[in-house]
């Protein structure tokens, strides 16, 4: 078990392919196909070419804040894709990739971040909660979920994403405690991308790691490299046969970068170095994927110029699309609170329609 080797109290952690896309660790390098990878790939690029395109158009007066993932790809793809359809997902507002690995609708993403509740409709067969925005409350509705799954017995998971900052929250210790204690088959997933908004890594906790957080909770954790798509999807997809044969939660590290701003109303330039930011930028999970199938041979430059171009015009053309949806009416609230209006709510629906009529003669 991978958590048996990589020691995270000794700052060990795990990694399979280095910054350059070369295999350091082939004894542990996962059985995965080309073209899973290249999927793997498709979609990091994808996540990438939205993020830079909606960072234009909320400049634009087109788009309200949102919350790049841009750098932390290759653990949101790497992760989701180790799961099965069956499988549930409670996340945080930054793991795009992964909503887009798990087939949410890139509209709906779009129309979320222009305020339209219709954002957050998740098609049926896709096991996803909503964005949640209070920091660490996902990964209580994820032990919930989990729980839920014991009792039916079940045979699924549920994953679990959570930022550094995030595991400072009362409702993060609350949720990994709770697993541990009832042996849930939970995956927490940090995602350290080393800064809680402009707080460093180094001022959030005295721990050596994020990972050793699981120590205490008795469950078993491990710290990886969070930009080697390898390292994620081994170490989760050990995670998920944990879980499957009843054994329990595990808490991952995932250790990576975060290069563009928290949201779009901050300015990381006032707390981070360009100096910093520069070498950082050098563990960026795409181009590391990108060089190991070059390397391959199943990637060159006329196939990437292709793509580039592909996901570019898919994303104007979707955003263009989202963009002429109507307003969404205030009857909305009524309607739509439950799958059918309570009295109650009829109630106050034919009082706002008088109301109306009032207002306008």
């Known amino acids: 078990m991978l958590t048996e080797i990589y020691d995270p109290l000794k700052g060990e952690m795990f990694q399979v392919m280095d910054q350059t896309g070369t295999i350091v660790n082939k004894d542990y390098m996962p059985e995965i196909s080309d073209e899973l990878i290249l999927k793997m790939y498709r979609t990091m690029m994808l996540s990438r070419t939205q993020d830079e ?3 234009q158009y909320q400049r634009q007066g087109r788009m309200l804040t949102f919350a790049p993932s841009m750098g932390q790809e290759g653990v949101q793809v790497a992760s989701a894709a180790a799961i099965e359809k069956t499988d549930w997902v409670s996340s945080a507002f930054r793991e795009n990739a992964t909503w887009l690995w798990l087939g949410q609708p890139m509209e709906n993403l779009f129309l979320y971040w222009i305020g339209s509740e219709e954002g957050s409709r998740i098609p049926e067969d896709v096991n996803l909660l909503p964005i949640a925005v209070p920091i660490g409350t996902q990964c209580n509705h994820a032990v919930g979920i989990g729980m839920s799954i014991k009792f039916r ?15 400072s929250e009362g409702e993060f210790y609350e949720a990994i405690n709770y697993a541990g204690a009832m042996n849930t088959p939970n995956i927490f997933i940090i995602q350290n ?7 460093p890594r180094s001022l959030q906790t005295k721990a050596k790691t994020l990972a050793q957080k699981g120590v205490a ?3 078993p954790c491990i710290q990886v490299d969070g ?3 390898f390292a994620v999807y081994a170490a989760v997809k050990e995670a998920v046969e944990r879980g499957r044969n009843g054994e329990g939660p595990t808490l991952i590290e995932a250790v990576t970068y975060r290069i563009g701003p928290h949201t779009t109303a901050d300015d990381p330039t006032i707390y981070r170095t360009d100096e910093y930011h520069q070498e950082m930028l050098k563990t960026d999970p795409i181009i590391r994927t990108k060089n190991y199938m070059i390397e391959k041979g199943i990637w060159d430059d006329e196939k990437e110029t292709s793509l580039k171009e592909e996901l570019e015009n898919l994303v104007e053309e979707t955003f263009k699309k989202i963009e002429q949806t109507p307003d969404t009416s205030l009857e909305d609230i009524f309607k739509y609170t439950y799958a059918e209006m309570t009295e109650n709510l009829k109630e106050q629906y034919e009082e706002y329609k008088a109301f109306l009529q009032r207002r306008d003669k």
């Open 153 to 167: 017995k079940q045979n699924s998971v549920v994953l679990a994403y959570i930022g550094d900052g995030g595991t």
């Open 227 to 229: 930009n080697d798509i």
């Open 193 to 199: 991308n080393q800064f809680a908004i402009s707080t």
């Open 217 to 219: 909770a008795g469950i």
């Open 53 to 55: 395109k909606s960072l």
